[in-house]
């Protein structure tokens, strides 16, 4: 096997196989941006001396070519080799010799995953906000289109107080606009430059942070070099626990609409071709789509604690623990970006019952209406409650289905263009555009 760290013996087959593990499964994830950390070491080495001019223009025009491999889908980890960090630097060797080997000076291979990680992490929560934004906007829509459709409100699983379509989609979109805070929150620790770290302890060559910092699009950079080795495990769960956010926000929906699509509510529809059969009773249609993205976020949803168990009882400095999480972290972004472009891809085709209340058993959600236009009148608020209670029991209450909500945030006033106006503003603050700017400027794009 090709290892950066090979001498002169050959290690155990079977212990090989076990510390590689899904190492070089996983590392696919990351190699376009191994090949993007790897320009701004190097043009770093060159501005300090480590690397000739000539050197450095062979190495960027090579790796820009691996890039391009990458981009295509054409990239492999080959056979013997450990790591997309061996791969890469063995491909510059194969085409330029001794001056490939050269690119490892002032880093370890710890410092090149955390910002491998940082740099792939960037995108994949870019990805993940492009992918909230658009079910967001499908919530919103549904939220104006059936705002003035009444549905009854929920408590103990008992019918309560008036709601409305237009109160309920809008509550999952300002709650997508919260998971967002996490989002950028978990962006902004990750969009710190971890490189030029090492092993966890810095060089002796005089290496630019800066520099590395400023061609990767970073805001700034991990200062201390102990704390940006920690930061591994650490930046991980963050994101995490930000993915689990945004997957709270969804199962709950999912269980929601799943609830209210069946026959003993009849809320809502999805079309048939939504929908599954069942291969013994003709007449199903089963919301598999719901039930699998509830399930799924269930499953992210557990993703921080995963990563805190592999990581929570380790001193500080790298061990070999934290390969693990690569497993359970990096496929979590596309399960979890396939399940909203799925919620809203269902959102949008989703069809209401605009006469649920009809159902005189209903009538009794709209008893707070009654005792709140007693208390208006002057009747004492208590006194109010008790009429209609007892009203109710004894089967003489009639209900006033003119609902009068007008304070913010209420059926009769939904506040959804100040929801948006959130959104908006959250989304404009991440600063993706640095990050673009700076790669492409190393791509020369």
């Not at 001396?49 to 889908?73: F, P, R, T």
């Not at 069809?351 to 707070?368: A, G, Q, R, T």
């Not at 009203?391 to 939904?414: K, V, W």
Request: some cysteine; proline content about 3%.
């Amino acid at each position: 096997m090709n290892k950066l760290w090979e001498k002169d013996f050959e290690v155990n087959k079977e212990i090989e196989r076990f510390t590689v593990g899904k190492d070089r499964e996983m590392d696919l994830y990351l190699a376009k941006y191994d090949v993007l950390g790897s320009m701004a070491h190097t043009t770093m080495l060159e501005s300090i001396g480590l690397l000739g001019k000539d050197e450095l223009n062979q190495i960027l025009a090579e790796l820009k070519h691996i890039y391009k491999v990458c981009e295509e889908g054409k990239f492999v980890i080959e056979d013997g080799v450990e790591d997309v960090h061996s791969q890469v630097e063995l491909m510059l060797t194969r085409k330029l010799g001794d001056t490939g080997k050269k690119i490892h000076s002032g880093r370890s291979r710890n410092d090149q995953v955390l910002v491998d990680l940082k740099l792939r992490c960037r995108h994949d929560i870019k990805d993940i906000v492009e992918s909230v934004k658009t079910l967001f906007d499908e919530l919103i829509e549904k939220s104006e289109q059936y705002k003035e459709v009444l549905m009854p409100g929920y408590t103990h699983l008992q019918i309560a107080m008036p709601s409305s379509f237009g109160l309920w989609f809008g509550a999952y979109a300002e709650s997508l606009t919260d998971d967002m805070l996490f989002l950028q929150a978990a962006y902004r620790m990750t969009n710190r430059n971890p490189l030029g770290s090492a092993a966890g302890y810095g060089s002796s060559f005089p290496l630019d942070r800066e520099m590395t910092t400023r061609l990767l699009g970073f805001d700034s950079m991990d200062y201390n070099v102990v704390y940006a080795q920690m930061g591994r495990g650490k930046m991980e769960r963050n994101v995490a626990f930000s993915l689990a956010s945004v997957a709270g926000t969804v199962a709950k929906m999912a269980f929601d609409a799943c609830m209210f699509n069946s026959q003993n509510f009849s809320f809502v529809r999805l079309p048939k071709e939504c929908t599954t059969g069942s291969s013994i009773m003709p007449h199903k249609k089963n919301p598999d789509v719901f039930e699998l993205i509830r399930a799924k976020c269930n499953k992210i949803q557990a993703l921080p604690q995963q990563i805190t168990l592999v990581m929570n009882n380790l001193p500080c400095g790298y061990f070999r623990d934290l390969q693990i999480i690569k497993e359970v972290f990096l496929p979590a972004f596309d399960e979890l970006k396939d399940c909203l472009q799925m919620a809203a891809y269902i959102i949008n085709k989703i069809e209401v019952n605009e006469h649920i209340l009809d159902n005189p058993m209903y009538d009794p959600i709209f008893s707070v209406e009654e005792v709140n236009r007693l208390a208006a009148d002057g009747m004492p608020f208590r006194d109010a409650y008790k009429k209609v209670g007892l009203e109710i029991e004894a089967g003489e209450f009639t209900p006033d289905r003119n609902i009068r909500h007008t304070h913010a945030g209420s059926i009769g006033n939904l506040c959804n263009d100040r929801i948006k106006t959130m959104m908006e503003n959250i989304i404009s603050e991440f600063g993706f555009y640095k990050m673009e700017q700076a790669e492409n400027t190393l791509l020369g794009r």
